[in-house]
T-cell receptor, first 115, second 112 residues
């Protein structure tokens, strides 16, 4: 029944490894997002996809590559993990259109710890 | 670059007290949202304000959007321990592809 679900919830890995986080939404939304929340709880957008097309790409290192196989899924792959990548990553989704007011529904987050 | 300055960053009060959280910007937003986040969970929308000067109430929470749509406030009356959490304001800019600009967040702790 979870509207936006992301896996895994916790990810502990060594520096230099490659890892993926998966996200799925069952709300029928056409736009999905990845956010990074740092240790000070600041939430910053990384990517946004609308109907599988990339529409927002903030200045994120090339090591981060989002992939949207369909509009209900948005995955995030991270290559060559660095210590500074440690954070909580949130997936979110929304409907497009003025009436939707860009209200976003967030997953529970993936806490990534790079050792 | 649009920024939202949220204050205070931390707030620890006793049950029954009132409090106000502020979000300010030099930029105009088409709308502004307030979210609440609990530990181990994602942010959950509380309210969206769209019109300059708009006031919305959600039980003991009152949200206001500034006349110029550059600032917003959240006022909680008679705070309760259940109000404890991280409060985030987020602005929707113009021609930004729906991007949300978040404030730094306010961590509220209400002690019984």
């Amino acid at each position: 029944d979870t509207a936006v679900s992301q896996t895994p919830k916790y990810l502990v890995t060594q520096m230099g490894n490659d890892k993926s986080i998966k996200c799925e939404q069952n709300l029928g939304h056409d736009t999905m997002y990845w956010y990074k929340q740092d240790s000070k709880k600041f939430l910053k957008i990384m990517f946004s996809y609308n109907n599988k097309e990339l529409i927002i790409n903030e200045t994120v290192p090339n090591r981060f590559s989002p992939k949207s196989p369909d509009k209900a899924h948005l995955n995030l792959h991270i290559n060559s993990l660095e210590l500074g990548d440690s954070a909580v990553y949130f997936c979110a989704s929304s409907r497009t259109g003025v009436l939707a007011k860009n209200i976003q529904y967030f997953g529970a987050g993936t806490r990534l710890s790079v050792l | 670059t649009q920024l939202l300055e949220q204050s205070p960053q931390f707030l620890s009060i006793q049950e029954g007290e009132n409090l106000t959280v502020y979000c300010n910007s030099s930029s105009v937003f088409s709308s502004l949202q307030w979210y609440r986040q609990e530990p181990g969970e994602g942010p959950v929308l509380l309210v969206t304000v769209v019109t300059g000067g708009e006031v919305k109430k959600l039980k003991r929470l009152t949200f206001q959007f500034g006349d110029a749509r550059k600032d917003s406030s959240l006022h909680i009356t008679a705070a309760q321990p259940g109000d404890t959490g991280l409060y985030l304001c987020a602005g929707v800019g113009y021609n930004q592809g729906g991007k949300l600009i978040f404030g730094q967040g306010t961590e509220l702790s209400v002690k019984p």
